[in-house]
């Protein structure tokens, strides 16, 4: 009874309600108003024509369209009302500004090596477009001479997290999604007290919307209060806003500027099995060393100081690099932010799977992609590319998963693999391609994570690391169930028809 009483007293709750009494109240006046007056109800109906015309002249999606006009042809005047708050790009001028000064400074702070690009165009020019679209569009450059650790459960990266941790001499930078109380985060925050003691700079970047039920009210001001900078990404407010839309979902540690994280793991006790919510949590991160870590650090940089400039010199936070690493490939940190128009992250998934030409092999917790990522899986299968996905086989939002399972069958007609991970929920972010290039991230397969999260991800090629990462999807797939097209088809017609709507609806939920 506690717990019930807790809930319902919870932030995250009281907020919901508040978000539901302004809509009411929002259609109750446009409904009374519209009727009241008819000139009104011509204005608003006219306003509604008006938006569908630029919704479908607008450089968004198509599926994104889709589900805006049916929206607008249900409920016209509502649907017009539901748009102007959250379906326009949070694009204003101030937003603008903020990319401009993120171009300069990416290009002030991240010099890129002539030389190893021209290695890797020598090599294969193919794969050279992918590292070109990259450094053009995300401004990170390509490295030489690093050193990478796939960690292939939460437990691991833990213990490696840690240790690290213990050893930051300057400055602990840590940006995630979700913050959760219990083991995991308590560990972490001791060691992070200590060092604070030690007089090391230590920053916290969380998402509230991704804490919301998970951290109490005003919990940035007790970390502050123990030394510890932090800041919330995006602060939830009960008030319907357009910006809410665009969350933090990146989960970033550097320590020192010499050491960073980099994955699909929140801080939370699931992430490491402490508990079991969804079965047994599978996850994966990296850890790199060497000179990209510079580009991690400057994506810390750039989110720490979008808001609000508190750094006028990032140059004080790079290290000397002396690492040297026998030749090992090349990597290339990459970050996403959704108010540009470029789909960074899954523009560099399109490219990987495209240029396939023996095997794509994905990991992904949620499978709700457009007509385009839906074309180049099928299209690479019906090549002859072997063409396997990973995915949950106990889901975190059942909703959600119902739309990833309207996606199956037309894979698996095209000779897409898909498995589901029995023992519980799948929650890697990867992607290899031909034991030769790959991506380890932050971004699911989703419509939020291509369009409307900041994300981040490292794009690798012809490094050792990418045999660790095929070697333990293959390990994986002695726990999963292959899907057959009968299994995936047999779903009872009411399920059909609500999986249906809420596919058409995916783009916008």
Known sequence: MKKIYKFLLSRGVIFGILILIQLGAVMGLVWGVGYAYTNTYIILEFLSFVIAICIINGDRNPSYKLAWLIVMLAVPIFGSIFYLFFGIRHNNFRSKKRMQQNETRCKEYLKINDKINEEVNAIDKNIYRHTKYLTQYSYHPLYKNFYTKYIEDGEKKYIELIKELKNAKKYIFLEYFIIAKGFMWDGILEILENKVKEGIDVRIIYDDFGCLFRLPTNYDKILKSKGIKCQLFNPVVPFINIYMNHRDHRKLAIIDGQVAFIGGMNIADEYMNKIHKFGHWKDCNMVVKGECVWSITVMFLQMWNFFTIHDNDWSIFKPE?????????????????????????????????????????????????????????????????????????????????????????????????????????????????????????????????????????????????????????????????????????????????????????????
């Open 321 to 509: 690099y002396s690492y040297q690493e026998a030749h090992d490939g090349y990597i290339q940190p990459f970050g996403d932010i959704p108010i540009d128009k470029e789909t960074i992250t899954k523009n560099a998934y399109k490219n990987l799977i495209t240029s396939a030409k023996r095997y794509v092999y994905i990991e992904t917790p949620y499978l709700i992609i457009d007509n385009e990522m839906i074309e180049s899986l099928t299209l690479a299968a019906k090549s002859g590319i072997d063409v396997r996905i990973i995915c949950p086989g106990i889901p975190d939002k059942k909703s959600i998963y119902l739309v990833s399972k309207a996606f199956f069958p037309k894979l698996i007609e095209a000779g897409v693999k898909i498995y589901i991970y029995t023992p519980g929920f799948m929650h890697s972010k990867l992607i290899v391609v031909d034991d030769e290039v790959g991506i380890l991230g932050t971004a699911n397969m989703d419509y939020r994570s291509f369009y409307l999260h900041f994300e981040a991800g490292l794009w690798i090629y012809k490094s050792k690391v990418l045999l660790d990462i095929k070697e333990d999807f293959l390990n994986t797939l002695k726990c999963c169930e292959q899907l057959s097209l009968v299994k995936a088809k047999n779903i009872n017609i009411v399920t059909k028809i609500f999986q249906g709507i809420l596919r058409i609806f995916s783009p916008i939920m």
